[in-house]
């Protein structure tokens, strides 16, 4: 049974940085593809980052160049990379295994998702 957990979380300044991390048990990171996704209050969940099982990444235009999605495939850990973030990052983030063939970027192609940890960046 696979499990996600998320942390690190927080409340910061617009232009300040925070790392997200996921714990991921009961699958390899080695050869699952995982993806960060976020929840703004009142808005659909929307993809952000993804680490594709050979390590290639892909990233929503709205966080390229700031966000980086990394992994330890030793620690079975995810991470999400933070900086210069502004107020509209302000969501819930995810983590989530990608378990359909529709495209790293579409939403129904993750399954299996963590709580969530909450991010907020106030102006």
């Known amino acids: 049974q696979v499990q996600l957990v998320e942390s690190g979380g927080g409340v910061v300044r617009a232009g300040d940085s925070l790392t997200l991390s996921c714990s991921v048990s009961?699958?390899?990171?080695?050869?699952?593809?995982m993806g960060w996704l976020r929840q703004a209050p009142g808005k659909d969940r929307e993809f952000v980052a993804n680490?594709?099982?050979?390590?290639?990444?892909y990233y929503a235009d709205a966080v390229k160049g700031r966000f980086t999605i990394s992994r330890d495939v030793d620690k079975n850990l995810i991470y999400l990379q933070m900086s210069n973030l502004k107020p509209e990052d302000t969501a819930t983030y995810y983590c989530?295994?990608?378990?359909?063939?529709?495209?790293?970027?579409?939403?129904?192609?993750?399954?299996?998702w963590g709580q969530g940890t909450q991010v907020t960046v106030s102006s």
């Open positions: 680490i594709h099982w050979r390590g290639v990444t």
């Open positions: 989530a295994v990608e378990a359909r063939p529709i495209g790293v970027y579409a939403v129904s192609s993750y399954d299996v």
């Open positions: 009961g699958r390899r990171l080695s050869s699952t593809p």
